[in-house]
Antibody
Framework: QVQLVQSGAEVKKPGASVKVSCKVS????????MHWVRQAPGKGLEWMGG????????IYAQKFQGRVTMTEDTSTDTAYMELSSLRSEDTAVYYC?????????????????WGQGTLVTVSS | DIQMTQSPSSLSASVGDRVTITCRAS??????LNWYQQKPGKAPKLLIY???SLQSGVPSRFSGSGSGTDFTLTISSLQPEDFATYYCQQSYSTPPGITFGQGTRLEIK
């Protein structure tokens, strides 16, 4: 059983950066493909990026390339997502999510575990 | 990028109704299609993976079908707790990456 516990809500000014953490328990981070998904108020789910189990590399959605960095600290089993040059449109709930189902190809990435979400508000 | 289009965008139904939600991919994604349910203020919950496999713990009234470009999520007999927003997700083409449908909001009639 995996648990993903995210850091608390953040308020940032336009142009600043935010770093959200996702602490893993029940598994080690090296056993998981961690991804990040965000959801603006009243809007749908938007994938930001994550670990591609086929290539063994982190991939980012084109929309966020150059602005997002996803890292992992395997000593503490904590994943991080840092988003820079924040603008008001980045106001959203940010989720970490992972897939542990092994009966399908790893690339199928059915996210069966999610963090509780972190609200990031960008406002001057 | 692969685009995922859900229909309808919203739906009103009654308890006990049979409901079908459709997801169409802009190109073939084999069976790389997952379905989620999301309730307000909560993280999404995985319902169906690989187009038709029921996630552990999910009631059997939920089912999924399809392959290639056309997929459906069916709820055989709506229960009060099923009123939520449903999303499809593809991961066939990574890179460039994962995409979600725009969501289908299921409301009580």
């Amino acid at each position: 059983q995996v648990q993903l516990v995210q850091s608390g809500a953040e308020v940032k000014k336009p142009g600043a950066s935010v770093k959200v953490s996702c602490k893993v328990s029940g598994y080690t981070l090296t056993e998981l493909s961690m991804h990040w998904v965000r959801q603006a108020p009243g809007k749908g789910l938007e994938w930001m990026g994550g670990f591609d189990p086929e290539d063994g590399e982190t991939i980012y959605a084109q929309k966020f390339q150059g602005r997002v960095t996803m890292t992992e600290d395997t000593s503490t089993d904590t994943a991080y997502m840092e988003l820079s040059s924040l603008r008001s449109e980045d106001t959203a709930v940010y989720y970490c999510a992972t897939a542990t189902i092994v009966v399908v190809p790893a690339a199928m990435l059915p996210f069966d575990y999610w963090g509780q979400g972190t609200l990031v508000t960008v406002s001057s | 990028d692969i685009q995922m289009t859900q229909s309808p965008s919203s739906l009103s139904a009654s308890v006990g109704d049979r409901v079908t939600i459709t997801c169409r991919a802009s190109q073939s994604i084999s069976s790389y299609l997952n379905w989620y349910q999301q309730k307000p203020g909560k993280a999404p919950k995985l319902l169906i993976y690989a187009a038709s496999s029921l996630q552990s713990g999910v009631p059997s009234r939920f089912s999924g079908s399809g392959s290639g470009t056309d997929f459906t999520l069916t709820i055989s007999s709506l229960q009060p707790e099923d009123f939520a927003t449903y999303y499809c997700q593809q991961s066939y083409s990574t890179p460039p990456g994962i995409t979600f449908g725009q969501g289908t909001r299921l409301e009580i009639k």
